[in-house]
């Protein structure tokens, strides 16, 4: 079940990566609803998040958490959302994005675009708060 995500796992695609261990990674989403949009996921291939077992389960929300208190340190923002739809990439994956109002969090709004390093500078201000 090769995805995009896998293949940004084995560094075959960049990205702008905020962390990483041996089992999670978490990293800025491309195509972001507010700046600082990360995506967390686990580095297993795993499809749907509810077949993750329990215990990789509990350490990537543990993973997410660490991601978003930095989020929260550095981005000014009321509250870090937490999103897991999980239909448009056939990998297990965490949304968290800076919010201020639930309206924000409306995928079928229009996505952002940031020059690389912006989002480079994006991705080091958030590892900053780690």
């Known amino acids: 079940m090769s995805s995009i995500f896998s293949k940004i796992i084995k560094n ?16 800025l989403d491309v195509f972001p609803l507010k700046k600082g949009h990360t995506l967390v996921i686990p580095k ?17 929300w543990s993973f997410a958490k660490k991601i978003s208190i930095a ?6 923002c009321k509250r870090i959302a937490v999103v897991v739809i999980g239909l448009e990439v056939p990998h297990a994956h965490i949304h968290l994005i800076p919010m201020d109002t639930v309206e924000e969090i409306n995928f079928s709004l229009p996505k952002l ?12 201000l958030i590892k900053s708060a780690i």
């Open 44 to 60: 297993q291939e795993i499809d749907y998040i509810f077949d993750i077992e329990r215990d990789e389960y509990l350490e990537l």
């Open 113 to 124: 675009n940031f020059s690389n390093i912006q989002m480079q500078d994006i991705s080091e």
């Open 71 to 76: 989020m929260k340190k550095v981005l000014k």
């Open 12 to 27: 075959e695609i960049p990205s702008f990566k905020i962390l990483e261990d041996k089992n999670h990674l978490a990293f």
